[in-house]
């Protein structure tokens, strides 16, 4: 079990750049999540897969921000014409459909700065 | 909707002491409650869960139980360790997404 990775751990960019985050998850995992969380704060779901079909977004991601699964494997999470308030840890997690045992696992983080 | 309160940190310990860190819940139907735990830079680790009511999770000296009756899920630890410094994540599950506290950071002394 290699876990959850995500690329880059770190991004720095100036504010109206595009940047894109991907997440590997656990190999067998059919769902897949992503979240955000800022300084002294929870993670906030943005946007969840079943294989690759995306199935709910939350109302946190704005037109700017656009997540894909294309092969039900990993995933890029990108964001347009990024702005300072997008400074943020981006989480992906990912599980196993197992009602409710369902456990989602973690993956370390991309930590996004906008300047 | 539902919503996860957790006891606001940070909250400072010397090392044997007894933990405990509240956390308080909202939920319509029977969710699955969890802790994570956080270090610095890192993600989120899966601390312990329970899936019912009355139900014990338990990891690393860790435990919570999940009481229906008082919507509760209480983190305790009878004696605290220097590398138990992190911060602590209630968390339920939903349909399929998880709705986290906001965390209580503990630190503990030598």
């Known amino acids: 079990d290699t876990g959850v990775s995500q690329n880059p751990r770190h991004k720095i960019t100036k504010r109206g750049q595009n940047v894109t985050f991907r997440c590997d998850p656990i190999s067998e995992h059919n769902r897949l999540y992503w979240y955000r969380q800022t300084l002294g704060q929870g993670p906030e779901f943005l946007t969840y897969f079943q294989n690759e079909a995306q199935l709910e977004k939350s109302r946190l991601l704005s037109d700017r921000f656009s997540a894909e699964r294309p092969k039900g494997s990993f995933s890029t999470l990108e964001i347009q014409r990024t702005e300072q308030g997008d400074s943020a840890m981006y989480l992906c997690a990912s599980s196993l459909d197992g009602g409710s045992q369902e456990t989602q696992y973690f993956g370390p983080g991309t930590r996004l700065l906008v300047l | 909707g539902n919503s996860v309160t957790q006891m606001e940190g940070p909250v400072t310990l010397s090392e044997e002491a007894f933990l405990t860190i509240n956390c308080t819940y909202t939920?319509?139907?029977?969710?699955?409650l969890f802790w994570y735990v956080q270090y610095p830079g890192e993600g989120l680790q899966l601390l312990l869960k329970a899936t019912k009511a009355d139900d014990k999770g338990s990891n690393k000296g860790f435990e919570a139980t999940y009481r229906k009756e008082t919507t509760s899920f209480h983190l305790e630890k009878g004696s605290v360790q220097v590398s138990d410094s992190a911060v602590y994540f209630c968390a339920l599950s939903g349909t399929y997404k998880y709705i986290f506290g906001t965390g209580t950071r503990l630190k503990v002394l030598a």
């Open positions: 939920a319509t139907g029977y969710p699955s």
